[in-house]
């Protein structure tokens, strides 16, 4: 999913159980007010607060996540990313950007196509399709990759800076909610196997963008465009919102299906009465179907069936 933020000024996120965040300071010695990590910060604050106001990221740290829309969003990540590493493969002897390359410690590309062959299978490639918000970032990555690289560092900032915070927080919360392995299948993406302290290392990469021979106008037109990719990855959050509006609730914990649309719903009371409450749900007909397709209620059934034919049995002596 896409990451929740890059950075808040001066704090570094934390999970703690029972997925509530907490903030533990983080203290960056020898910066200036000046420096590119500090206009980074502050000028990007804005940015933050809308992107984790939207509807989609409210209901994903709540727990409120359908599998289809993370199965998307996993989409749109690595569409993303593939428009990201390709632009930085091409700039890595870039001298404004050179220092931020670090493909064996950051590219995500690997971790997401492992991610979309779990939820969809070998043949994923065939399924996937680029959505219409994703094609403007990814348009816009390219555009910058090409003509003005620098401008690159935004879009590295923005998205692994906030894998390797917020992220984190994301990825705890998608195990719980969707029931996904332990053992990291499905988000592979918030695994970082080659740093060892995301701490250290956001520590790292912040010197290094401190260091870039920038000038005060490029520096801006960097927080500038770092804006922008906030404002891309928003839209992606609320095209998924979108989507999550036109795709039926999922059934989890062995749940009964929605109606199937066998039947008059108009003669079944218990529809109607849900109906009216503002829920949904099938005829108490189905509802038994339902059951009866469910291991737990064969084994129900099986015992109920051998006690009659017990009774019967006895009654018949």
């Known amino acids: 999913m896409p990451a929740l933020k890059a950075e808040e000024p001066g704090q570094e996120e934390t999970v703690q159980d029972g997925g509530d965040v907490v903030y533990e300071k983080e203290h960056d010695d020898g910066v200036s007010p000046s420096d590119l990590s500090e206009l980074l910060k502050a000028g990007t604050v804005e940015a933050h607060d809308k992107a984790e106001n939207t509807q989609f990221v409210k209901d994903f740290l709540k727990g409120h996540i359908r599998k289809e829309l993370f199965k998307l969003g996993t989409v749109a990540l690595y569409f993303t990313y593939s428009a990201l590493e390709e632009e930085m493969d091409g700039n890595r002897d870039q001298p404004q950007f050179a220092p931020l390359y670090f493909p064996e410690e950051l590219h995500r590309r690997e971790a997401l196509a492992k991610d979309l062959e779990f939820f969809y299978g070998e043949n994923w490639q065939a399924v996937v399709q680029l959505s219409e918000a994703t094609r403007k970032y990814v348009d816009r990555i390219h555009e910058v990759g090409r003509s003005e690289p620098e ?7 923005t998205r692994y800076m906030g894998d390797l915070s917020g992220g984190q927080v994301l990825k705890k919360v998608a195990q719980r909610a969707l029931k996904l392995p332990s053992t990291g299948e499905g988000v592979q993406f918030y695994t970082f196997d080659n740093i060892s302290s995301a701490k250290e290392f956001k520590q790292l990469y912040r010197s290094r963008m ?10 801006l037109r960097i927080v500038e ?23 039926k609730d999922e059934v989890l914990d062995g749940g009964l299906p929605e109606y199937d649309g066998k039947g008059d ?14 829920g949904g749900s099938a005829c108490v007909c189905h509802m038994a179907m339902a059951v009866l397709r469910h291991p737990t209620g064969q084994v129900i059934m099986s015992a109920c069936i051998a006690l009659l034919a017990g009774v019967a049995a006895w009654y018949l002596m």
């Open 151 to 157: 401008l690159l560092v935004a879009h590295a900032y």
């Open 210 to 219: 401190n260091d870039l021979d920038l000038d005060q106008e490029t520096k």
């Open 225 to 247: 465009e770092a804006n922008r990719a906030f404002g891309f990855n928003m839209e992606i959050f609320n095209e998924l919102e979108r989507v999550g509006k036109t795709i």
């Open 265 to 278: 719903l108009s003669k079944c009371p218990y529809y109607a009465a849900k109906t009216a409450a503002g």
